[in-house]
């Protein structure tokens, strides 16, 4: 099945997890299409609000955001205060006005990382986007062109250290897999998850 709107109203009967928030995590490797699934996504919540995580991060701190996400944005929402982050500009290299996120039903974070150890405790749930590392970057170097490929090339060695010490797959709820008419939901590896809450059998 890959009905969106059934699984968004799945979404918004999870238990809060940061607050009044239920924070759901879109993981996985760069030029997965993290950031298509969670608009779509977000579209089939009625405008849910989604935090790209390049907003975080910088050039010198590709995977350094912890302490921001957590001062900017986790703690305010456990609070249910609305979070407010100042989002990265990557050809201005500093960060930009502050932008609000406030204390929405569903909110989407996206990201490499996003499910990442420091983030799991706040989150009510995390869907991995499946795909081979090597494909996922070699899609993301087409689509940002020659130009970007030092980037890339630094790019990939982080992210690979990345998931090496601290990784995100072995933890997901639901594993997304993009099909030609949209995207199947299959349970995640995660044991202790309550997958069961997000796709139903029929479904893995």
């Not at 405008?47 to 910088?58: E, K, Q, R």
Request: proline share 9%; glycine share 10%; aromatic share 8%.
């Amino acid at each position: 099945m890959n009905d969106l709107a059934d699984h968004a109203r799945r979404l918004r009967a999870l238990p809060p997890s940061c607050g009044p928030v239920r924070l759901v995590a879109v993981d996985g490797h760069a030029g997965s299409g993290k950031s298509t699934f969670a608009g779509r996504l977000a579209a089939a919540l009625g405008g849910a609000p989604v935090l790209h995580l390049d907003d975080l991060a910088t050039h010198e701190e590709l995977f350094d955001w912890t302490a921001r996400l957590r001062a900017q944005v986790l703690d305010p929402l456990s609070r249910g205060e609305p979070a407010r982050y100042a989002p990265y500009d990557w050809t201005a290299r500093r960060f930009g006005p502050p932008r609000t996120l406030g204390p929405a039903p569903v909110t989407l974070i996206e990201g490499v990382g996003a499910g990442r150890a420091a983030v799991r405790p706040f989150l009510a749930g995390l869907l991995w986007m499946e795909g081979d590392s090597e494909a996922s970057w070699e899609r993301g170097r087409l689509r940002d062109g020659p130009g970007l490929t030092e980037f890339w090339d630094g790019w990939t060695a982080a992210e690979r250290r990345h998931f090496a010490d601290d990784p995100s797959a072995p933890f997901a709820d639901v594993v997304v897999r993009q099909i030609p008419t949209g995207y199947t939901w299959l349970e995640g590896p995660h044991p202790t998850a309550g997958a069961s809450r997000i796709i139903t059998d029929s479904e893995a």
